[in-house]
C-alpha cells in the first residue's frame, strides 16, 4: 500500500517537472523566434534583406521586423575616404594612379577621393558588387583612375603654360566633375583632390632643365633692365655735368658722405690739391 503512495505521488511530481520543464523551453523558443524577427540597421548604414540568397528589398537606419528566413546585409552609408599615393619605384608607378602625358610621357598621380554610396542605389549596388569592399575596388577606384587619365592625356608638362607646376586645383576640379557625371547614379562623390604629381626621371629631368633655362632668361632680362637703367643715370649726369661742372663735385662728396672708398689720389676738387673733406651739419 505503502509502496503503492510513494509511486504514484513520484509519478506526479516527474509529471509536473515535465510540465515546467517543457514550458520554460516553450517560453525559450518563443522569446527566440521573436528576437530573430526583428533586427537593427547600423546609423547611416543601409540594410539590404535577403530571402534564401536573393535579395528582396533595402531597410534604412534602426529597428525592423523580418521573417525569420531572412537576412540583413549592411552596406556602409558613411562618407569613405581612399586615398592612392606613391612615385616611381624601379621603373613603376607604386602606389599612386598612373597615368599617360599628352607628351606620351608617364606619370604617378597622387589622389584622394571622399564619397558615399547613393542610399536609393544601395539595392542595385548590392546586386552588382556584394559588398563595401567591391564597390570601392571594382566601381569607384576603377572609374577614378580611368578619369585621372582621361583628364592628364591633355597635360603636357613640357609646354609653355605648364612651365611653373602643374595647376593641380584646376585639374582637381576636373576629375571631381567628370567622375560624378559618370557614377553619381550610385555613388556620392564628395570630392577628389591631386595632391602631388611624379613625373618620370626622363621627363624630370627635362622639367628640371627648362625651368634652369628660364630661369636665366629671367636673369638676363632683369639685367638688361639693369643696365638700361645705369645707362640712362649716366646720361642724365652726363647731361648735368656739362651744364654745371658742380654736380660731379657734389656727387662725389655724396659718395665720400656715405663711406665710400675713393680711389688714392682722388680729389672732389680736381687741381686743388685739397683733402676731401665733408661739412658737419
Same mark, same amino acid.
Given at each position: 500500500? =505503502?509502496?503503492? +503512495?510513494?509511486? @504514484?505521488?513520484?509519478?506526479? #511530481?516527474?509529471?509536473? #517537472?515535465?510540465?515546467?520543464?517543457?514550458? /520554460?523551453?516553450?517560453? /525559450?523558443?518563443?522569446?527566440? =523566434?521573436?528576437?530573430?524577427? =526583428?533586427?537593427?540597421?547600423?546609423? @547611416?548604414?543601409?540594410?539590404?534583406?535577403?530571402?534564401?540568397?536573393?535579395?528582396?528589398?533595402?531597410?534604412? $537606419? #534602426? /529597428?525592423?521586423?523580418?521573417?525569420?528566413? *531572412?537576412?540583413? /546585409?549592411?552596406?556602409?552609408? %558613411?562618407?569613405?575616404?581612399?586615398? *592612392?599615393?606613391?612615385?616611381?619605384?624601379?621603373?613603376?608607378?607604386? #602606389?599612386? %594612379?598612373? +597615368? @599617360?602625358?599628352?607628351? $606620351?610621357?608617364?606619370?604617378?598621380?597622387?589622389? %584622394?577621393?571622399?564619397?558615399?554610396?547613393? *542610399?536609393?542605389?544601395?539595392?542595385?549596388?548590392?546586386?552588382?558588387y556584394q559588398s563595401d569592399e567591391n564597390i570601392k575596388n571594382s566601381l569607384v577606384t576603377r572609374e577614378l583612375n580611368a578619369v585621372i587619365n582621361g583628364v592628364f592625356a591633355s597635360y603636357n608638362p613640357l609646354s609653355a603654360e605648364a612651365a611653373d607646376a602643374p595647376k593641380l586645383d584646376q585639374l582637381s576640379g576636373q576629375v571631381t566633375d567628370k567622375l560624378k557625371a559618370k557614377i553619381g547614379k550610385w555613388i556620392d562623390v564628395q570630392g577628389v583632390i591631386i595632391s602631388l604629381v611624379h613625373f618620370d626621371q626622363v621627363t624630370q629631368d627635362k622639367i628640371n632643365a627648362y625651368q634652369a633655362q628660364i630661369a636665366s632668361t629671367r636673369i638676363a632680362e632683369e639685367s638688361q633692365r639693369t643696365a638700361a637703367a645705369q645707362a640712362q643715370a649716366n646720361r642724365v649726369l652726363s647731361d648735368s655735368v656739362s651744364r654745371d661742372p658742380n654736380v660731379l663735385v657734389a656727387k662725389c662728396l655724396d659718395l665720400v658722405s656715405s663711406g665710400k672708398a675713393l680711389p688714392a689720389g682722388f680729389q672732389c676738387w680736381p687741381g686743388t690739391g685739397l683733402a676731401n673733406t665733408v661739412p658737419v651739419r
Open positions: 500500500m =505503502f509502496v503503492g +503512495v510513494y509511486l @504514484r505521488a513520484t509519478g506526479q #511530481g516527474l509529471a509536473n #517537472g515535465g510540465t515546467l520543464t517543457a514550458a /520554460i523551453s516553450g517560453a /525559450i523558443a518563443v522569446l527566440l =523566434f521573436a528576437l530573430s524577427s =526583428f533586427t537593427i540597421v547600423s546609423t @547611416r548604414n543601409v540594410g539590404i534583406t535577403t530571402s534564401f540568397g536573393k535579395p528582396t528589398g533595402t531597410l534604412s $537606419n #534602426g /529597428i525592423h521586423p523580418v521573417a525569420p528566413w *531572412q537576412k540583413v /546585409i549592411e552596406l556602409s552609408g %558613411t562618407i569613405r575616404t581612399d586615398s *592612392q599615393t606613391g612615385g616611381f619605384a624601379d621603373g613603376k608607378c607604386d #602606389g599612386g %594612379t598612373a +597615368v @599617360r602625358l599628352a607628351n $606620351n610621357s608617364t606619370a604617378c598621380v597622387d589622389n %584622394t577621393v571622399r564619397y558615399r554610396i547613393v *542610399q536609393t542605389a544601395a539595392d542595385e549596388l548590392y546586386r552588382d
